[in-house]
């Protein structure tokens, strides 16, 4: 495996938690009317968490093609990839703010600033494509007939030249990159 691309079938990329499953073990914490243990919480969110770092280090180029909603745990699926293309039209967010929970995902400061994460996270406002392109979360907003085809164009050309050092360049670049990332508290915002 050179390149992952992740994406959603049907009308969404991911709308994030199934809230179907409230007063069920199926979501975090599993019953928000209840005083849950905050171990049990804890350590879900732990495990969650395990899920999300290991994609965001793991060590192939991966490409979110990002359609129709993208909100909560999708959106933190989507940034956790190297490269976020989406459409004009798609919907970035998260709808647990609505809900008085706390963002777990430190990487909306590091995607696109602690300014811009403020208002969004927040205020609970969703913002579309060409939004998300202009502020840093995505790499590319195109129209929505256009998104194959360029998230193909990208992934031809990781897979055709991986810049200038090939695949061993990208490793080194992938390492140096995370690790200027966990010196400057990554590491340390994922464990909080």
């Not at 706390?102 to 403020?118: C, D, F, Q, S």
């Not at 913002?127 to 995505?138: F, P, R, W």
């Not at 690790?179 to 508290?185: F, K, Q, S, V, Y």
Request: hydrophobic content about 45%; aromatic content about 10%.
């Amino acid at each position: 495996i050179w390149l992952v691309i992740i994406k959603g079938a049907g009308k969404s990329f991911s709308a994030g938690q199934d809230l179907s499953g409230v007063d069920t073990a199926k979501v975090v914490p599993p019953d928000p009317h209840a005083k849950p243990y905050l171990s049990d919480i804890f350590e879900s969110a732990e495990k969650l968490g395990e899920r999300f770092r290991a994609l965001f280090a793991y060590p192939r180029f991966t490409i979110a093609q990002v359609h129709g909603h993208c909100l909560g745990m999708g959106a933190t699926l989507a940034m956790c990839c190297k490269a976020l293309i989406c459409t004009e039209d798609a919907v970035f967010g998260d709808p647990s703010v609505r809900m008085g929970w706390a963002v777990p995902n430190p990487l909306w400061t590091w995607r696109v600033g602690i300014k811009k994460t403020k208002e969004l996270l927040l205020t609970g406002r969703y913002i579309d494509g060409k939004e998300a392109e202009q502020i840093g979360l995505a790499m590319k907003a195109v129209p929505a007939y256009k998104l194959d085809e360029v998230v193909r164009e990208e992934a031809e050309a990781q897979l055709r030249f991986g810049g200038i050092g090939g695949y061993d360049m990208q490793a080194a670049w992938r390492v140096a990159h995370e690790t200027n990332m966990d010196i400057a508290g990554l590491s340390t915002a994922w464990r909080y």
